[in-house]
């Protein structure tokens, strides 16, 4: 298994995973509980609207009009850990929100910090690296819902981008991922969405951790032309101020260090800066 996660992780820049242990009823409620948000009046929605990057629950909106590059999503992030500090915050129509997004959102991170030995396992370190600093780290949590598109549209969900965390994990309720293929021809490839699989992303500080022996991935969002989609990330961090630097094992005279320390509260900087190169450019060496 390590060695499969390590080539996945080298060279696909993602994998999935199947037998996660989080059952359906819990997939489907918190993806029911997200759904009957965002089709919520935007009256309540508009409650939690914010330009604040860093505010712990935070609603926005995108909309399209057809513009080709443009793009069409509404977003609501909610930070989940510990989440007994959190989640009194989060909304509370529907009523079930809470609960069971709550319940998911407790599970993955479980699940996460898992996962996350298995990986450190496969750089080469210790299966408990970094647990503890995980296990106290930050969970944020975004939904995001596209609507229904024209099959001719070139609206985006998601503009290209790789993400912040050390590792994420993406459920979707219909395909609409999508990879950038350095090994053919910078191409984009569709990758389905299987029901109630999670998608396991390399994220910027992973890259950084490892030295470069994981890439974070350029991924995009599509829009379906059959149906709305939601899905939900959840990226687990480091606290907000920890840095993450390359492990001082993966650091040699054939290695030099390809990085400098970073962290979660430099990227939300960086995300709310007029800085044009992408935030993994600005930590190389």
Known sequence: MLQTIHDACQ???????????ISQRVIDDALGSLSNFFESAMEEKKIFLSDDVKKPVRFGTSRSNG???????????????????????????????R???????????????????????????????LRNSLEQGMHILVANTYPQCSPTSKILGL??????????FLLEST???????????????????????????????????????????????????????????????????????PAVELVDEEHPQKYRATSLDEFFN?????????????LKI
């Not at 350095?182 to 390399?202: Q, Y």
Request: charged content about 20%; aromatic content about 8%.
């Open 175 to 245: 395909s609409g991922l999508e990879i950038m293929d350095f090994t053919d021809s910078s191409a984009w490839k569709s990758i389905p969405a299987v029901k109630s699989t999670l998608k396991v992303i390399v994220g910027n500080h992973l890259e950084v951790l490892g030295n470069g022996m994981y890439k974070s991935v350029f991924h995009r969002a599509t829009p379906s032309p059959r149906l709305s989609r939601v899905s939900v990330a959840s990226f687990l961090s480091l606290r907000m101020g920890e840095t993450v630097e």
């Open 270 to 282: 960086h995300l709310s800066s007029n800085e044009e190169r992408p935030y993994i450019d600005c």
């Open 99 to 129: 609960e069971n997004v709550g319940k998911y959102a407790s599970e993955v991170r479980r699940l996460g910090i898992d996962i996350m030995g298995a990986v450190t396992e496969s750089l080469g370190l210790s299966p408990t690296y």
């Open 159 to 168: 503009p290209p981008h790789t993400d912040h965390s050390i590792i994420t």
């Open 11 to 21: 060279n696909k820049v993602f994998f999935q995973v199947v037998n996660h242990g």
């Open 67 to 97: 513009d080709a590059g443009k793009v069409s999503r509404d977003f609501i992030k909610l930070y989940a850990n510990p989440i007994e500090d959190w989640i009194g915050l989060w909304p509370h129509d529907p009523t079930d929100f």
